[in-house]
């Protein structure tokens, strides 16, 4: 029985298997569900350890991480694959068809929380291990698996544990099934990720707030900065007007435009789907060009004066606003964070003060296409899915991507089995049965894949 | 001994009662307070009896109206004065020095929930006509006083009241003290007030709120939509972009703008006042003009997305504004909402849709300032403050002034003895006692007065 015969036999048993994982409600969010994320890391623990692995759980000021390494290999290159096994809370409850923590099947989607993000992803990498140890006797790679339980609610203690075991976690490649298909059908590799660079502004006018009909006219009024300041920001093309904001950004290569004009993307669709009367952004770029290789400058969140039910004629002493831009390779976002704040000090509006601070910030990220690895992730998804991979950038950001080329210098691969409407975060979340054991297929394939490259040419 | 004399001699009883009525909390906002109200003006109904009126109260829908009137004159003219004896709910109540319905008297004021708004004014008509009668035996015109008990919560009932009591409330005059001086020692007649017309603006983009990184750059924010919407009704000037805006303003005339820049009014003192690094609002027109004869645009309030601690990268499905207008003479309520709606309508980005509803309205009010009522007014508070009035104006609206209009025809003598720093509505509110003995001087002499004019020439 060769390899994909053994996935094949064994699919049934494999989904029961994910479902007892999927029942543990491993909430990493709500304090209430500490034990079950405890007892989530010890089920792994002991499936690991089924399977031949060496396995620990390590304590972190929040929830373990479960390490589990093979090493038989000294002559073949070294695998991490990582993943999380904590999951987002399920609230609204009473929008779920089947109960959060009872996996169903319905049609050809297990729903569950956790199906799609990360536990229905992490699990076909176990799989994918367990088949080849018991066709092959031996996995064909040194493999590093390493499980985290605090990816929901920032991975704040992931790369202090990187850091410490930096040593024993040295690899050559870095393995993360925790982002999407290009769509149903159309597996992809994401080779790009956009950074990210948040800033809070605390605008003030006068010491109180003050009646509009005694001040207006007078007063100043931070709200008002506040439109003015914010709508200074971009242009009727959806141009972003600071100054320097697009200096370092790296032009769209003419394969990428090519490639992903030819993407099957219907942007009426999309729209429909939005159910707007009209996109936005800026001109002179498709959807994917906007959503995946161009900065943006949003703004999140804005509050000031009364904007609850009825009418409070006032002129409030200060207003909130939330600013984040979206920035691709090869913005910085140290540079990014000067050019904001000196816009906002010059642009202010006359009466009224302004405190801007920059809050967190991550790195775009964008990986060669052409690296071993990523041939290698190539072959085996188009061995898994029957079909050649795309490859696809991201419009979001993933902070634990830059902790591992940051810590460790490892370059992601990021192999996504399941769908953009897979409803991670949201209720009912599912994952496609079938883009499960494809994804399977992929991952044993890519082991395989990995064993006949050089560890040497790993990372250059 | 003379009216005036009588007025001094007493001064100390007149506190003594002031206070009996300030210790009755009618808070008209809170149910919890209603027998309080109720109290009160039960309280009011015996006084007014006590001192010779015919009284009735009268419930309303909300809070009853007390009916005070002596009609001995058939000859001479009947003056109806207004006043309300609720007070503004007392939080945050840790900010008093001693206790909001406690009168305490520091220094050169008497501290209490409503000192100046209203009950300290109103009740200067009542020590007026107590001294008419007390010294002449008689009042030198017909006299009817109105009390009312939801001032501070909107007046829902007076229109109908005033209606429904027509007949009853004919009068030549209509005086109200329920605003301030100019400044200390500088009293005013306020002869002029802006109308005020409120919106209401709800923008939508998506059908959901949105990732910023999955949709940044693409799906259209309402809040972007919203900054560029309300940036752009406002020039860098301060003036005012929709069309149509000033058409109906009617301009100063030359006395005006001398005898308001003769005022003594300091306007970097202002700004220090209010903290503020700069004054906002039009260019080309003094503070005093800005405030009291040209129209703005402020924004009210603010919301969407996000704004609280932290920062959740969210695309908002949806932002609220709140925008409201203070109009000047000849401006109309009803052709400027015509005019905002409008304007969005051809200004509101693509992508988003928005519903704007104008919420409530009250016309701009400016009375001839030669009439024999104002001049009878400016003769009483200079005998009464022995300094001549200042003819002024208000920036803000004061609903039951276009009720008076509307309903009776009447034209208010607005006649304030407070100040603006008396802390209406806030912690600490106060009436100077030489502003209550002053003010009771000057409604004694305004009765005096209005006796004097003939009866056929007040109204025309």
Known sequence: MDIYEYLTAHEDRFVQELKELLRLPSVSAQSEHAADVAHCAEWLKAHLTGLGFAVDIHPTAGHPVVLASRRNRPDKPTVLVYGHYDVQPVDPLELWESGPFEPTIRGEHLYARGATDDKGQLFTHLKAAEAWLATAGELPVNLIILLEGEEEVGSDNLGPFLSEHAEELKADYCVISDTSQFAPGVPGITYGLRGILCFELHLRGARSDLHSGGYGGVAPNPLHAAVELL??????????????????????????????AALPFDPLAYREELDVPALAGEEGYTVLERLWARPTLEINGLAGGYAGEGFKTVLPAEAVAKVSMRLVPD?????????????????????????????????????????????????????????EPVLMREGGSIPIVNTFREVLGLDCLLLGWGQQSDRAHAPNERLALKDFHAGTRSAAALLGALAEVAPQAAND
């Open 231 to 260: 709508a200074g920001m971009r242009d009727a093309r959806g141009v972003v007007t600071i100054p320097g904001f697009y200096d370092d950004v790296r032009p769209l290569e003419a394969w990428e435009r090519r490639q992903w």
């Open 331 to 387: 913005q910085d976002p140290r540079l990014l964070a000067e050019m904001f704040i000196n816009y906002v000090e010059r642009h202010l509006p006359r009466g009224v003060r302004c405190r801007v601070s920059s809050k967190h910030a991550g790195k775009p990220i964008l990986v060669p296409v052409d690296s071993p690895g990523m041939q290698a992730a190539r072959r085996a998804i188009a061995r898994g899915f029957g079909t």
